[in-house]
């Protein structure tokens, strides 16, 4: 559920409301009960959760393979 933003039209005051999308917005003031409407552009966020992101979690993996195994001195001789 989004965050929408309103401001009073009358006192000034602006607060934010957690309201789902397909709620209709609040049109009384809760401080002085006057006119309030929802600023535009303000009801999206971005939430990043997990670990973190990478530059390696979107490379492709045909590009990007990693680099080949060295032989260590055992796997020479046994070759």
Excluded: W
Excluded at 33 to 56: C, D, M, N, P, W
Excluded at 58 to 66: E, L, N, P, Q
């Amino acid at each position: 559920m989004p965050t929408y933003e309103y401001v009073c039209e009358d006192c000034g005051y602006v607060f934010e409301e957690f309201q789902n999308i397909t709620a209709k917005p609040l049109t009384v003031c809760p401080k002085c009960g006057g006119h309030v409407r929802r600023k535009i552009g303000t009801g999206a966020g971005l939430i990043f959760k997990g670990s973190g992101f990478y530059i390696t979690d979107y490379k492709d993996k045909k590009a990007g393979s990693t680099p080949s195994k060295k032989k260590t001195n055992k796997e020479k001789k046994a070759s």
